[in-house]
């Protein structure tokens, strides 16, 4: 097998990327903001945040433009890769929402930079179960593959890169931002966010004994670089195949992850809810062990997750416990997102 062609990813790439958001989807926040300042954005939220609201007749033109404009594949799209990516997911969903829940989400609080805006925000802190929810329905839903050739996929995906853009305007119009930090939800954060879901997706597999063929992995990792693509992640910080996920999430680990309080104070909050899902008290420590194992100790102390050696332990020897996945499952019934993949 010949060895794949890697591009750098330095200091010198990522730093400046620090500065950058999102400028087409920030051009709209700034426009909306200037026609009805913040009670327009806040209400422009709330359309944003309702997944079943996928109409666009009733805003401003310049926003159906700007849909218009974007919700189209990336150049790079391979339609036979993406739909063999959402195959990998409905093959392994079970285990993914698992490493979703207990792997992706406190891996990004470790990058304590970039978890400077969810802290201040308060969304994943003060309501932690409706945000974990919303995650798991977005995922679920942008699995579907009729919702690709449809386009609803696209609207869902750009309804999100506008709320971060209105997360973004808020956040750095706070006295509490520091700008040493970067601009919130910058480029490198994007990126790193991104391969949570896919890079970090296909590493917890792995951890939990999962054998998967190289090129499904790779077919997964492309379908989540598109959707980064979509979300506003500029080309050069999407990766082309696992060699490089490997390299970015390795530059991006040595640049921004150490202890900070909002990482560990998101982590908390992630790990009181994922604790009540278990069914009785004495499994409560599971959800501690499981994130120790998929993380590893040296991020699983940067967030300050306590040891629960009896656990640990036993999943070391199991694996996983499947006790705490409700949170990251197939959308309700009711909801428009509810075909499964090649039903």
């Excluded at 359309?47 to 433009?65: I, M, R």
């Excluded at 079970?94 to 201040?120: F, N, R």
């Excluded at 997360?167 to 919130?184: C, D, L, M, S």
């Excluded at 959800?287 to 998929?294: G, H, I, S, V, Y």
Aim: aromatic share 12%; with cysteine; glycine share 6%.
């Amino acid at each position: 097998m010949p060895i794949l062609s890697t591009r750098i990813f330095d200091n010198n790439l990522l730093t400046p990327y620090r500065q950058v958001g999102d400028v087409d989807a920030d051009a709209v926040v700034e426009q909306l903001a200037a026609h009805g300042g913040r009670v327009r954005l806040a209400e422009f939220m709330r359309f944003l945040g309702n997944p079943e609201l996928l109409s666009l007749a009733e805003q401003p033109t310049f926003v159906q433009t700007f849909f218009a404009l974007h919700n189209c594949l990336p150049a790079f799209a391979d339609l036979a890769k993406m739909d063999k990516g959402m195959a990998f997911f409905w093959k392994y969903n079970e285990q993914i929402a698992l490493i979703l829940g207990c792997y992706s989400l406190p891996y990004c609080y470790a990058a304590a930079d970039g978890a400077q805006v969810l802290w201040q925000s308060q969304r994943i802190k003060n309501d932690t179960f409706k945000r974990l929810e919303e995650t798991g329905e977005f995922v679920y839903g942008i699995m579907q593959e009729r919702d690709w050739r449809n386009g609803r996929n696209g609207i869902r995906i750009l309804k999100i890169r506008l709320m971060h853009a209105v997360i973004r305007y808020f956040t750095k119009h706070a006295e509490q931002w520091n700008p040493a930090w970067g601009v919130p939800i910058n480029q490198e954060d994007m990126a790193g966010t991104n391969l949570a879901f896919s890079y970090i997706v296909i590493r917890g597999l792995r951890k939990l004994g999962v054998t998967a063929a190289e090129a499904d992995e790779a077919d997964f990792l492309h379908f989540w670089s598109v959707v980064g693509a979509l979300l506003g992640v500029e080309e050069p910080l999407l990766p082309l195949n696992l060699r490089e996920a490997f390299h970015l999430d390795r530059a991006i680990f040595l640049r921004q992850f150490k202890a900070s309080e909002a990482g560990v104070g998101l982590t908390k909050a992630l790990t009181k809810v994922l604790q009540q899902q278990a069914p009785q008290p004495a499994l409560q420590n599971f959800p501690l062990a499981q994130m120790r194992f998929l993380l590893g100790k040296e991020v699983a102390d940067l967030l300050a997750i306590p040891q629960v050696p009896l656990e640990e332990g036993i999943i070391k020897l199991t694996a996983q416990i499947p006790i705490f996945q409700k949170l990251f499952r197939q959308p309700r019934a009711s909801s428009p997102v509810f075909e499964k993949y090649g039903r």
